[in-house]
């Protein structure tokens, strides 16, 4: 089977190509459900693994904790183990002022505004989505009718310095570079997407994100939400929708596949 993951506690041939990937743990056996036949694989620290299959094919959920250190080590050791393409499935804070509460971003770029991601490329490097997981996830979101935008999100590394500047000793400089990408167009921000997408082009598989947005400003709706009401459906949806498309569009030939394989 091969040498067994020391952080995931996966090994070879216990994972799919296809890699659906929650922050949290909790969400594993939701998202497993929409898969056929999905078993727990492994379960440790803050990694929980699913897998089961869409259209015959395998398919794995695999939870990355918070933050870009511990999203890094899950990219990493599902690529060792065989994982090929990513898709995140997270929540994100609005910045454009035109996003609702529920909205779903599919994530066409992010902002590198993690630290993790300077360990694996230099600061000009882009966090990109793969072409072909953005179309499928913007196919199927529109698909369903969900209420979505496709763009730039900010990835993020402290949680609390967005959600109460004034209480860092920065604080003016957290609030002119909030509002700077902002006004550079960034919808929104979460924690893990730049790390993802970074990780995902150096080691040659592709990888994208959909996120649901959990407050909006222009609604009223600030603050920490009810974390056991999350309007987290749509982006599980459309994450198992884009995948069966991706499925779909390999299995015909017709995606440009991952770039290990040019």
């Known amino acids: 089977m091969g040498e067994r993951q020391y952080h995931l506690q996966v090994e070879a041939g216990e994972i799919g190509e296809y890699v659906l990937l929650p922050g949290d743990p909790g969400r594993c056996a939701a998202i497993a459900e929409r898969l056929d036949g999905a078993r727990q694989v492994a379960a440790n620290r803050e990694y929980t693994s699913y ?7 395998p398919v794995s959920v695999t939870s990355t904790g918070i933050g870009g250190p511990s999203a890094a080590i899950a990219v990493e050791e599902l690529v060792r183990v065989g994982a090929r393409t990513l898709v995140r499935i997270g929540s994100c804070g609005a910045l454009d002022p035109g996003l609702r509460f529920g909205d ?16 694996y490329a ?3 490097f882009p966090a990109v989505a793969d072409i072909d997981v953005v179309q ?18 900010l990835t993020n590394d402290a949680f609390y310095a967005e959600l109460a500047p004034e209480t860092f000793p920065m604080e003016g400089v957290i609030r002119a570079r909030w509002d ?40 009223g709706v600030t603050g920490l939400p009810d974390p056991s009401r999350l ?16 499925i779909g569009l390999d299995r015909a030939g017709g995606g440009e596949g991952t770039p290990a394989a040019h």
């Open 51 to 57: 897998t089961g299959s869409l259209d015959g094919v």
């Open 104 to 119: 779903l971003v599919v994530v066409q770029a992010a902002a590198r505004g993690d630290g993790t991601s300077d360990h």
């Open 122 to 124: 230099p600061p000009g």
């Open 136 to 153: 499928a996830l913007r196919t199927e979101a529109r698909a369903a009718g969900h209420r979505f935008r496709v763009g730039v999100v």
């Open 180 to 219: 700077a990408w902002a006004r550079a167009g960034c919808l929104a921000a979460e924690m893990e997407a730049a790390t993802v997408l970074t990780v995902a082009a150096v080691r040659r598989v592709r990888a994208g994100a959909v996120l649901t947005v959990i407050d909006s400003a222009s609604e």
């Open 231 to 246: 309007p987290m459906d749509a982006a599980i949806d459309c994450a198992v929708g884009g995948l069966r498309r991706l």
